[in-house]
């Protein structure tokens, strides 16, 4: 603690115990510093080079406030000026299972790429069984997988639509 006050910082000590797996309690302590003038102490004598926590701050600059749970890529698109931070209206769950969906979408149109059997398709997807059924629905029905068959077994195969997708977001 004594280097703190030679920056001039106020901080405050919380400490709680915490359980570990039945065994005996743990002391757990961290030191806080709350406010803004702790805040500007903190840029002048340490500096800040965390993208995550910058991006808020620069949000929070620009527009008064930055939306609660947003990510750093939302944040750095809100700087750019690309998305409007008042238009991320949704919550944190739902813009979670958005973006797992679309993340789950290409990784099932990278695997098909060179055709897949659906059957060892969907046994590697196994913990995601109901999310890869509705995927491929999905793709197929935009025209991005086509589901076909060879020798009897079904396969999925990217079409040229999603092959684009595909080098649209990863080469592009």
């Given at each position: ?32 510093f709350?406010?803004?003038?702790n ?12 993208a ?43 813009r ?12 099932i ?12 398709l ?10 890869t059924?509705?995927v491929?629905r ?35």
């Amino acid at each position: 603690m004594k280097g703190w006050p030679l920056l001039g910082l106020k901080p405050s000590m919380r400490k709680r115990a915490e359980e570990k797996a039945g065994a005996n309690e743990k002391l757990k302590a961290g030191l806080c510093f709350s406010g803004w003038s702790n805040l500007h102490l903190w840029f002048r004598g340490a500096g800040l080079k965390n993208a995550k926590h910058l991006s808020k701050l620069l949000l929070y600059k620009s527009y008064g406030f930055c939306p609660h749970w947003s990510s750093l890529d939302e944040r750095l698109s809100m700087i750019a000026g690309r998305i409007n931070p008042d238009n991320l209206a949704k919550t944190r769950g739902e813009r979670k299972d958005v973006a797992y969906r679309v993340s789950h979408e290409l990784l099932i149109l990278r695997l098909c790429q060179k055709p897949k059997l659906l059957r060892t398709l969907k046994a590697r997807m196994k913990s995601r069984l109901a999310l890869t059924q509705h995927v491929l629905r999905h793709l197929e029905g935009m025209g991005e997988l086509r589901i076909g068959t060879n020798n009897n077994e079904p396969i999925a195969a990217t079409t040229g639509l999603g092959s684009k997708r595909i080098e649209d977001v990863f080469d592009g």
